[in-house]
């Protein structure tokens, strides 16, 4: 059968058309997270998978999903892409701040260790796996807490895309603030530090980076403790000063 | 059971602050109010283990990287305060080399009983009571040179208490253990905060008192108020300007702190040879900061921070006081000023100075002079005169 040029012209729209409006229904399907394709075998096998792949922090963190470092032509790397290190405690790291026993965590360590990696992990995949999580971070400078934020958005753009499809993004990570990262109706947030900075929020986690080198950082512990949050994880290497007395106890009656 | 739960399992038969190792380089301990903290030393990660051959090598380079010890110190090993930071005497306190100079460890090393004997105190209810024992060597000459040695103190000895669950830092049982304190009942003097000495404390019988009386009351040895300089600024600059000058240089120290016990947290109680919390306290004294506002219209604060300073406080009237000069006499002054003019003119000139002391009330009725000290000062020109009877 002949077509004229007029009918291949029509046929090919068609087609164009027949493909777009297949991606348009693909993102609307994942968008939903309602993926037709797949029997309901699939779906248990899927869902499966994805609670293996989130089970635990160190789970996921170590097979699920990649570390980003911009020295990786110094090390002789083929890629800044690295999976995350399984150090022996990593592990030990992950169980101390899943145990919900206590509500604050106090972290001392050496410098380099990618202890914040591995708490910006954690709190990462709790944004991923439990709606309405609110968590704070709180650094030195806004800028350290847009890093660790770059921290969260990668370690979640790093995930297969079957686990990425798992959980979706309200809105694309390039065009999400770099003070928060938001992910199903969970949110990662950056605030200054310091005095009166945490009132007014009610998260349920707090991440204090580098406690040791943030002014006030006492005050703000006090206030996020009073403000209800069910985690709070102060991590930092040494310095003189509060959080050093606090952790060694080596503090007494002000003067 | 995983490691972690093992160890922390482990924390509830060990005293507080106790680390349980986790894994190697990893450990766990429990404060006092039964939060956990865990450390991470480098020493986590295979690589970097200095028991392992990588990390040895990992080890060496980086060490050898880092520009002093104490930054590696502080950075790697978590030691907050091994470079002193802010701290107003951390270039010496947090320089190893130095604090060997100004910090005596010798475990058998005593001051020489024929040494004076002063001390400082502050008292406190909520905040740390402290006692602080110095002993002064005699003046003597330098068998070599034949000059007179200079003035060097030891601080050797303190009474560090505050107000804690077991201990409720009463005037009373602070006093016992302090009298237990050896050679404070020789003492020249105990310099005190001048504020014990205000009427100030309410009584039920109406008179208001204060707090020295219930020391006296409870035997404690005599003490006197304070009255040298009390800022901050000049005490720092006393100790890094003058006791410890030049010590990078390589001269000697002249303020010299015993201590064979340090460590990172007060240790109430008493002392009687060593000074811990005069050295805990040293190590954390800052300097004010201020805010950005703040140094927008202010110069930028040298005072310290007002806290920690129990003992730092009777350090500074301990050497406030020995600082205080003696008054030179005025025969003195005036035998300098009339040297060498001549035979005419030096009596003249002496008379005229007579005159102007006489005038200065600093001569007797008689014409001699008063003493610069005397036990009892009666101030001719401020009484009712010798034929009045004051009203």
């Given at each position: 059968m002949?077509?004229t040029?007029?009918?291949?012209?029509?046929?090919h729209?068609?087609a164009?058309?027949a493909?777009?409006?297949e991606?348009q229904q693909?993102e609307?399907d994942?968008?939903?997270?309602?993926?037709?394709?797949l029997?309901?075998t699939?779906?248990?096998?899927q869902?499966?998978?994805?609670?293996?792949?989130?089970?635990?922090?160190?789970?996921w963190?170590?097979r699920y999903?990649?570390t980003?470092?911009?020295h990786?032509?110094?090390?002789?790397w083929?890629s800044?892409y690295?999976?995350?290190?399984?150090?022996p405690?990593?592990r030990?790291l992950?169980?101390y701040?899943?145990?919900?026993?206590?509500?604050?965590?106090?972290?001392?360590?050496?410098?380099?260790?990618m202890?914040?990696?591995?708490?910006?992990g954690y709190?990462?995949?709790?944004?991923?796996l439990?709606?309405e999580?609110e968590?704070i971070?709180q650094?030195?400078t806004?800028?350290?807490?847009?890093?660790?934020?770059?921290?969260?958005?990668?370690?979640?753009?790093s995930?297969?895309?079957w686990?990425?499809?798992?959980?979706?993004?309200?809105?694309p990570?390039d065009?999400?603030?770099?003070?928060e990262?938001?992910?199903g109706?969970?949110?990662?947030h950056?605030i200054p530090?310091?005095?009166?900075?945490?009132r007014?929020y009610?998260?349920?986690?707090?991440f204090?980076?580098?406690?040791?080198?943030q002014?006030e950082?006492?005050?703000?512990y006090?206030e996020?403790?009073?403000?209800?949050?069910?985690?709070?994880?102060?991590?930092?290497?040494?310095?003189?000063?509060?959080?050093?007395?606090?952790?060694?106890d080596?503090t007494?009656a002000?003067? | 059971?995983t490691?972690?739960e093992?160890?922390?399992?482990?924390?509830?038969?060990?005293p507080?602050?106790?680390?349980v190792?986790?894994i190697?380089?990893?450990?766990i301990?429990?404060?006092?109010?039964g939060l956990t903290v865990?450390?991470?030393h480098?020493?986590?990660?295979?690589?970097r283990?200095?028991e392992?051959?990588k990390?040895?090598?990992?080890y060496?380079?980086?060490?050898?990287?880092?520009a002093s010890?104490?930054?590696?110190?502080?950075?790697?090993?978590?030691?907050?305060?091994?470079?002193?930071?802010?701290?107003?005497f951390?270039?010496?306190?947090?320089?190893p080399?130095l604090?060997e100079?100004v910090?005596?460890?010798?475990p058998?090393?005593?001051p020489?009983?024929?040494?004076d004997?002063?001390a400082?105190?502050?008292?406190?209810?909520?905040?740390?009571?402290?006692?602080?024992?110095a002993?002064?060597?005699r003046e003597?000459?330098?068998?070599?040179?034949?000059?007179k040695?200079?003035?060097?103190?030891?601080?050797?000895?303190e009474?560090?208490?505050?107000?804690?669950?077991?201990?409720s830092n009463?005037?009373d049982?602070n006093?016992?253990?302090?009298?237990?304190?050896?050679?404070?009942?020789?003492?020249?003097?105990?310099?005190a905060?001048p504020?014990?000495?205000?009427?100030?404390?309410?009584t039920?019988?109406?008179a208001?008192t204060?707090i020295?009386?219930?020391?006296?009351k409870?035997?404690m040895?005599p003490?006197?108020g304070?009255?040298?300089?009390?800022?901050?600024?000049?005490f720092?600059e006393w100790?890094m300007s003058?006791w410890w000058?030049?010590i990078?240089?390589g001269?000697k120290?002249r303020?010299?702190i015993?201590?064979?016990?340090p460590?990172?947290?007060?240790?109430?109680g008493?002392?009687?040879?060593?000074c811990p919390n005069?050295?805990?306290?040293?190590?954390?004294?800052?300097?004010?900061?201020?805010?950005?506002?703040?140094?927008?219209?202010?110069?930028a604060?040298?005072?310290l921070?007002n806290?920690?300073?129990?003992?730092l406080?009777?350090?500074?009237?301990?050497?406030?006081?020995?600082?205080?000069?003696?008054a030179i006499?005025?025969?003195?002054?005036i035998a300098?000023?009339?040297?060498?003019l001549?035979?005419f003119?030096?009596p003249m000139r002496?008379r005229?100075l007579?005159?102007?002391?006489?005038?200065?009330?600093k001569l007797?009725?008689d014409?001699?002079?008063?003493?610069?000290?005397?036990?009892?000062?009666?101030d001719?020109?401020?009484?009712?005169?010798?034929l009045?009877r004051p009203?």
């Amino acid at each position: 059968m002949q077509y004229t040029d007029a009918q291949l012209r029509q046929i090919h729209l068609a087609a164009l058309a027949a493909h777009a409006l297949e991606q348009q229904q693909e993102e609307f399907d994942r968008a939903r997270r309602t993926d037709n394709k797949l029997s309901d075998t699939e779906k248990r096998e899927q869902a499966e998978k994805i609670r293996e792949a989130t089970a635990d922090t160190y789970t996921w963190l170590t097979r699920y999903t990649k570390t980003f470092n911009p020295h990786w032509k110094d090390h002789g790397w083929e890629s800044p892409y690295r999976a995350f290190p399984s150090w022996p405690f990593v592990r030990p790291l992950c169980e101390y701040l899943e145990d919900d026993s206590e509500r604050v965590k106090l972290i001392e360590k050496s410098r380099d260790m990618m202890a914040t990696w591995t708490i910006a992990g954690y709190f990462t995949l709790q944004c991923q796996l439990v709606a309405e999580r609110e968590v704070i971070v709180q650094t030195m400078t806004d800028e350290k807490g847009f890093e660790v934020i770059s921290y969260a958005k990668h370690l979640y753009a790093s995930q297969p895309q079957w686990l990425r499809d798992a959980f979706p993004l309200p809105k694309p990570l390039d065009k999400q603030p770099s003070s928060e990262f938001r992910v199903g109706t969970s949110v990662m947030h950056v605030i200054p530090s310091g005095i009166g900075k945490i009132r007014s929020y009610h998260p349920w986690g707090i991440f204090s980076d580098e406690t040791a080198f943030q002014p006030e950082a006492e005050v703000a512990y006090d206030e996020a403790r009073a403000s209800g949050v069910r985690k709070i994880v102060l991590n930092s290497t040494a310095n003189a000063g509060w959080y050093y007395d606090f952790t060694n106890d080596a503090t007494m009656a002000r003067a | 059971m995983t490691n972690l739960e093992t160890a922390i399992r482990k924390l509830d038969d060990v005293p507080d602050q106790t680390r349980v190792e986790v894994i190697r380089g990893v450990n766990i301990r429990r404060k006092k109010n039964g939060l956990t903290v865990m450390a991470l030393h480098y020493s986590a990660i295979p690589d970097r283990d200095p028991e392992t051959e990588k990390g040895a090598a990992w080890y060496a380079k980086e060490n050898g990287g880092y520009a002093s010890q104490s930054m590696w110190k502080k950075e790697q090993e978590m030691d907050a305060y091994a470079t002193g930071g802010e701290a107003v005497f951390g270039s010496v306190l947090g320089n190893p080399r130095l604090y060997e100079l100004v910090v005596i460890s010798d475990p058998f090393w005593y001051p020489d009983p024929r040494w004076d004997v002063v001390a400082g105190f502050d008292h406190g209810v909520t905040n740390a009571t402290g006692l602080l024992k110095a002993y002064i060597p005699r003046e003597a000459l330098d068998p070599r040179t034949g000059e007179k040695m200079p003035l060097e103190i030891y601080i050797c000895g303190e009474f560090y208490r505050y107000r804690t669950d077991e201990w409720s830092n009463n005037v009373d049982e602070n006093v016992v253990e302090m009298k237990q304190m050896p050679d404070l009942d020789r003492a020249r003097w105990i310099k005190a905060d001048p504020s014990i000495f205000y009427d100030a404390v309410a009584t039920d019988k109406g008179a208001p008192t204060n707090i020295y009386q219930t020391y006296k009351k409870n035997n404690m040895w005599p003490m006197s108020g304070y009255d040298g300089i009390r800022s901050d600024v000049t005490f720092v600059e006393w100790i890094m300007s003058d006791w410890w000058k030049g010590i990078a240089g390589g001269r000697k120290p002249r303020l010299h702190i015993v201590c064979r016990n340090p460590s990172d947290r007060p240790q109430p109680g008493l002392h009687p040879f060593d000074c811990p919390n005069l050295l805990w306290e040293m190590k954390r004294a800052k300097r004010v900061q201020m805010t950005s506002r703040q140094l927008l219209t202010k110069n930028a604060s040298e005072a310290l921070v007002n806290k920690n300073n129990h003992l730092l406080d009777p350090l500074k009237q301990i050497l406030g006081t020995v600082r205080n000069p003696t008054a030179i006499p005025s025969e003195e002054i005036i035998a300098g000023q009339i040297e060498g003019l001549d035979m005419f003119t030096g009596p003249m000139r002496g008379r005229f100075l007579m005159s102007a002391e006489a005038l200065g009330g600093k001569l007797n009725l008689d014409g001699t002079l008063k003493k610069p000290k005397s036990p009892l000062r009666i101030d001719m020109r401020k009484g009712p005169g010798c034929l009045q009877r004051p009203r």
